[in-house]
């Protein structure tokens, strides 16, 4: 059992040593499933370029522990994020293809 844990916990990326910027357009964007996330804030320091972040409490009424979001103009499509939230705690994290997140949610991402 033990073991076991030890094998799973291997494969979660290590934590950035250093926050860098992004430098160009990424081929993909993070975007949290709000319901599904429980705001454990797990997957926040792994972020190399530190754009997730809770909900801001005015626009979130329940539960009482707001969800994460991230900042897609940020966000470098690394994919840690994903990866941390689906080893250490749940699956709220998808990765979009970029046109297809700018279609679904009128946004521009440089
Ligand atoms: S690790 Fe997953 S469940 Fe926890 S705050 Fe991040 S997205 Fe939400
Ligand atoms: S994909 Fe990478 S850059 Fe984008 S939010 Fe997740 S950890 Fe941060």
Redesign the pocket.
Known sequence: MASKVLDHLKTVPELPETINNKKKRPKKVAW?DED?????????PFCPVDC?EPVPINKHQFPPIP??HVRDNECIGCQI?AK??TK???D??RMIDTDMYEERFDRTID
């Open positions: 949290v599904n996330c429980t705001g454990c804030q797990a997957c926040v997730i969800p994460v994020c941390v939230c250490l705690t749940w709220a994290i």
